[in-house]
């Protein structure tokens, strides 16, 4: 019991020292410096514990309004942003294929997206798979 003690108190604290000798690594690096940070910065905030990052799956028009996007509403519109449309905007992320940790921040008229019920998980695997895999796990057929 004591090995196992040791083993684990070891292993944790070692390990710790690695993650932040890779990091201190990382942050001498100009370019590196700026895409990790922001990677790790969104990493933790999209899987942290709170679950507040991505709140539902939407459809937005995107890029141009004759195509549908898969989108995560993240919050609502900054009051300032309200104010000044005078539309009620939401903040969106949406996410690029295959790498869902780069995309776009929009805000755009709630009325202009459609809320899905679709789990967030099954929309980041949706995303992953580039429509591969459907909610359903097996695509659907396209309609007239």
Known sequence: MVLLATGMV???LLGRNMVKVWESLLARIPVVRAIYSASKQLTETLFSGSGKSFRKVV???YPHPGLWSLA???????AEANRKTGRNLVNIFVPTTPNPTSGFFLMVPREDMIELDMPVDVGIKL??????????GRPEPAGD
């Open 10 to 12: 070891v292993t944790n």
């Open 127 to 136: 995303i992953l798979s580039a429509g591969a895999v459907s909610p359903e």
């Open 72 to 78: 995560f509403l993240t919050g609502d519109g900054m």
């Open 59 to 61: 459809l937005v028009r």
